[in-house]
């Protein structure tokens, strides 16, 4: 087969797996088709919280789960900063310790997260791996805009597809 050939054939096998071709470093993908409504209420559990009246923080820790709509966000660690209400609005979360962002069958894993509640956008960054159902794609940073259900990933991409897979 010619190298013609091979990359018109690689091309189809891509285009058929839903993926959108990108320059070099990056890779877009839908994440879960979630729309998530950032007003929905953020519930939290974990092992043990520390406020910080001082900064206007609180550290939930061990086996932390945050929960918003069908988003699940698992840490070992998560810091949610306030906003200027106080504790009223959550402003955004930091989470750190194997982080893993589920929605539906999607997936992702890393070492940190932070999730900006008003803008919708979740940053997952440091050995990022992407499971949408048999397809893996990794990279060292994922950004997932919970408005639009897209996702980029970024940093030496790397990706297994499965011929017919989503």
Request: aromatic share 4%.
């Amino acid at each position: 087969m010619t190298a013609q050939r091979l990359a018109f054939a690689l091309c189809v096998l891509l285009l058929g797996a839903g993926v959108q071709l990108q320059p070099a470093q990056a890779q877009t993908t839908d994440f879960g088709g979630i729309r998530a409504d950032t007003s929905a209420p953020v519930e939290i559990s974990a092992d043990s919280l520390t406020i910080d009246q001082a900064d206007g923080s609180a550290v939930f820790s061990g086996n932390v789960v945050v929960s918003q709509g069908a988003m699940r966000l698992a840490a070992a660690l998560v810091r949610v900063e306030y906003g200027s209400d106080g504790q009223r609005e959550i402003s955004r979360l930091l989470a750190s310790g194997g982080v893993v962002l589920a929605s539906g069958s999607d997936a992702a894993e890393a070492e940190s997260a932070e999730y900006t509640i008003l803008s919708g956008t979740v940053v997952l960054s440091g050995n990022v791996v992407l499971t949408q159902g048999g397809n893996v794609l990794s990279g060292q940073r994922l950004t997932v805009n919970l408005t639009t259900g897209t996702a980029t990933v970024e940093g030496r991409v790397q990706t297994t597809l499965q011929p017919g897979g989503n």
